[in-house]
T-cell receptor, first 115, second 113 residues
Framework: AQTVTQSQPEMSVQEAETVTLSCTYD???????LFWYKQPPSRQMILVIR??????QNATENRFSVNFQKAAKSFSLKISDSQLGDAAMYFC????????????FGTGTRLKVLA | DGGITQSPKYLFRKEGQNVTLSCEQN?????MYWYRQDPGQGLRLIYY???????QKGDIAEGYSVSREKKESFPLTVTSAQKNPTAFYLC????????????FGPGTRLTVT
């Protein structure tokens, strides 16, 4: 069975600085999706970034980028020029491309942004 | 606007009563999901459905039931058999195609006393 691990329960970053959130996963499959979701205090889950496993190029969305290391099964999220609005819970998620459409979520990392 | 609606936002019930949480989507997604979120924890899958009239148990299905009579709707019933029902419940949907990501509703906070 697939698992997703986020080993940092909480992280802090100074406003305008860069922070990296870690995520590792375990799977025997070769094709899958990986995601980072943000959950602000409103509790609305928002997709931050998506990575297809078959793509070697790391996904980027404005100030958000990932470091996808398929062999190491690592999928970290880098937030550049951190803003106060980035403060939230961040969840890493995995979805297989075969079989069921289940998503596996990590336990989350709470990010605090210091002014 | 396309999206997922959950109602109500806050729900209060007495112990021993069944309660149904609503989830509707107009994204034309085939797959729908229910998650439970407890303080400081991640998302735990209760039930999911990949097609109308079919659904599968997730990791914590005991004490819950669902139906999927229409593509747009996936209501969740929290029964009196659920030992600790107070939690935040999130509904989500996704395409079964190649776009991949899940879309989430705003959630329902259920309090049972």
């Amino acid at each position: 069975a697939q698992t997703v691990t986020q080993s940092q329960p909480e992280m802090s970053v100074q406003e305008a600085e860069t922070v990296t959130l870690s995520c590792t996963y375990d799977t025997s499959e070769s094709d899958y999706y990986l995601f980072w979701y943000k959950q602000p205090p409103s509790r609305q889950m928002i997709l931050v970034i998506r990575q297809e496993a078959y793509k070697q190029q790391n996904a980027t969305e404005n100030r958000f980028s990932v470091n996808f290391q398929k062999a190491a099964k690592s999928f970290s999220l880098k937030i550049s020029d951190s803003q106060l609005g980035d403060a939230a819970m961040y969840f890493c998620a995995y979805r297989s491309l075969s079989g069921t459409y289940k998503y596996i979520f990590g336990t989350g990392t709470r990010l605090k942004v210091l002014a | 606007d396309g999206g997922i609606t959950q109602s109500p936002k806050y729900l209060f019930r007495k112990e021993g009563q069944n309660v149904t949480l609503s989830c509707e989507q107009n994204l034309n997604h085939d797959a729908m999901y229910w998650y439970r979120q407890d303080p400081g924890q991640g998302l735990r899958l209760i039930y999911y459905s990949q097609i109308v009239n079919d659904f599968q148990k997730g990791d914590i299905a005991e004490g819950y039931s669902v139906s999927r009579e229409k593509k747009e709707s996936f209501p969740l019933t929290v029964t009196s058999a659920q030992k600790n029902p107070t939690a935040f419940y999130l509904c989500a949907s996704s395409s079964t195609g190649t776009s991949g990501e899940q879309y989430f509703g705003p959630g329902t906070r259920l309090t049972v006393t």
